[in-house]
């Protein structure tokens, strides 16, 4: 693995179900975050962890959860997946402290039916 | 409310320069960063400013205003590659990044 990848690459899932985005970085960052980005908007940050065993909540955590069992994996959960939840998610990490540009992965393209 | 504001969309010529906006309101501010964005890809870092002034790096500048809540991205020599948003982001007193919704800029030949 070299920098940051996320799983799937796109889904099309049905509303209600539960879905799971993965996130893997091999950079040793402290900090990881989970955005999604949608036509028109700028990224907004769903949820972040600043290190392992810690998260907080970003601008629109309604619907998501993570979880930061260790340095490398960031999972994105959806435990009740709705058709506004349709958009491209983002993972992205960075070392700690405030000039640290954030590293983005492919991206999942999801879309909820 | 925490607020940044980007050109829609912007148009420039090919060999040409051209200077994409960005104003900003935000509760606090930690450094303001540009990234560019190729459809369908991921966002790759371009620029920090913390301090007032002119940044270059190559065909790149960004320069911050942070009296006037203002940055602009600078590109030279544009190129066809060059095609791509430019997204504004500025960090605030939570260290949070706060994103601005971006510019799709179109090179012509």
């Known amino acids: 693995i070299a920098g940051i990848t996320q799983a799937p690459t796109s889904q099309i899932l049905a509303a209600g179900r539960r879905m799971t985005l993965r996130c893997t970085q091999d950079?040793?960052?402290?900090?990881m975050y989970w955005y999604r980005q949608d036509l028109g908007l700028g990224l907004r940050l769903i949820h972040y962890?600043?290190?392992?065993?810690?998260?907080g909540k970003g601008e629109v955590p309604d619907g998501y959860s993570v979880s930061r069992a260790n340095t490398d994996d960031f999972p994105l959960t959806l435990a009740s997946a709705v058709p506004s939840q349709t958009s491209v998610y983002f993972c992205?990490?960075?070392?700690?402290?405030?000039?640290?540009?954030?590293?983005f992965g492919p991206g999942t393209r999801l879309t909820v039916l | 409310g925490q607020n940044i504001d980007q050109p829609t969309e912007m148009t420039a010529t090919e060999g040409a320069i051209v200077q994409i906006n960005c104003t900003y309101q935000?509760?606090?501010?930690?450094?303001l960063f540009w990234y560019q964005q190729h459809a369908g890809e991921a966002p790759t870092f371009l620029s920090y400013?913390?301090l007032d002034g002119l940044e270059e790096k190559g065909r790149f500048s960004s320069f911050l205003s942070r009296s006037k809540g203002y940055s602009y991205l600078l590109l030279k020599e544009l190129q066809m590659k060059d095609s791509a948003s430019y997204l504004c982001?500025?960090?605030?007193?939570?260290?949070?990044?706060?994103w601005g919704a971006g510019t799709k800029l179109i090179i012509k030949p």
């Open positions: 992205a990490s960075s070392d700690s402290g405030s000039y640290n540009e954030q590293f």
């Open positions: 950079m040793r960052h402290n900090a």
């Open positions: 962890s600043n290190t392992a065993g810690t998260t």
């Open positions: 935000t509760s606090g501010f930690n450094g």
């Open positions: 400013n913390v």
């Open positions: 982001a500025v960090m605030d007193s939570n260290y949070q990044l706060i």
